[in-house]
């Protein structure tokens, strides 16, 4: 399965009021993602706060996300659960909704072995044609995917072809592009590592600040991807502080405080257990916002 995974997909947020998703913002935001030419929109994962939508929700967003990018752009869909049963199931009706591919994250609390990590990941992987994308996040999850499982499915199962690695580690990522090479595709999960990670190996990111600066972010990655390093440390200088910035308080309460601020969505709101930023990382949000023009 020979796909272009390369350069920048968006960690779309979930709008929200106090009792529903706001489709209306949602729409808005895909056509946002559209205009701005991303490679990809990830819808529910964890900046779609996945684990707060109720099961129909969850796949009404993924239906919404698909009929709003009408093919003009990739929708992958987050299907990962720590519940193998549940992860097939979340993936078997997200394919038939209409999703291109999907984010499965590795499994979240109960700690598997990598033997765990590979046996749950195959099931799902039997149950799609379509790609895989294989999610690292140890800070999370309180495991990772290891180089060898992930080498050891792409070997295994075709359509698994990408590596979401957040786990912050730029030396995993030369390992893994030096294990598999060009097999498996590696994205960085982490918008302030993404350079680091291009020049480890890596061939874009799965971004938060996408969300509300689609254009900067493509334009960084597609000068990295294209040797002009120097510009892209350029831009992420500049930025430096607002990607630091976003990730103040848990995700994605910074980016959905910013872009209700800046008019991109209608309402902060965020179910619980997230809850609204503190005045103080608000302020620190704020002008980190205004220093690149994000804010007025």
Not at 98 to 127: I, R, T
Not at 160 to 173: Q, S
Not at 265 to 289: F, G, Q
Request: hydrophobic fraction near 40%; charged fraction near 25%.
């Amino acid at each position: 399965m020979q796909k272009d995974f390369s350069g920048v997909w968006t960690a779309l947020v979930t709008p929200m009021g106090e009792s529903r998703v706001d489709y209306d913002s949602l729409e808005n935001l895909v056509e946002m993602q559209v205009r701005a030419g991303v490679a990809g929109i990830v819808s529910v994962g964890t900046t779609g706060e996945s684990p707060t939508l109720s099961h129909e929700e969850h796949l009404e967003v993924i239906r919404k996300t698909v009929e709003y990018a009408a093919g003009r752009t990739q929708v992958y869909a987050g299907t990962g659960s720590n519940c193998t049963s549940e992860a097939v199931h979340l993936t078997r009706e997200a394919d038939a909704a209409g999703a291109d591919g999907f984010l499965v994250v590795a499994p979240y609390y109960n700690k598997p072995s990598q033997e765990g990590v590979f046996l749950h990941m195959s099931e799902v992987a039997k149950c799609t044609e379509k790609p895989i994308v294989l999610y690292s996040i140890p800070g999370r999850c309180g495991i990772e995917i290891s180089n060898q499982t992930a080498n050891r499915l792409r070997e295994s199962f075709r359509n698994v072809c990408v590596l979401k690695e957040a786990g912050g580690k730029a030396e995993k990522v030369a390992d893994l592009h030096g294990l598999a090479g060009d097999k498996i595709t590696i994205l960085s999960g982490d918008d302030g590592k993404t350079l680091d990670f291009i020049e480890a190996g890596a061939k874009g990111v799965i971004s938060v600040a996408s969300n509300i600066i689609p254009e900067k972010m493509s334009e960084m990655v597609a000068l990295a991807l294209s040797g002009r390093m120097g510009e892209a440390r350029a831009i992420e200088a500049e930025y430096a502080e607002f990607f630091k910035a976003l990730f103040i308080e848990p995700n994605p309460v910074p980016i959905k405080t910013l872009m209700a601020l800046a008019g991109t969505i209608s309402d902060t709101h965020v179910r619980l257990p997230l809850c609204k930023m503190s005045e103080k990382n608000l302020e620190i949000l704020k002008s980190a916002a205004r220093s690149v023009g994000i804010l007025k």
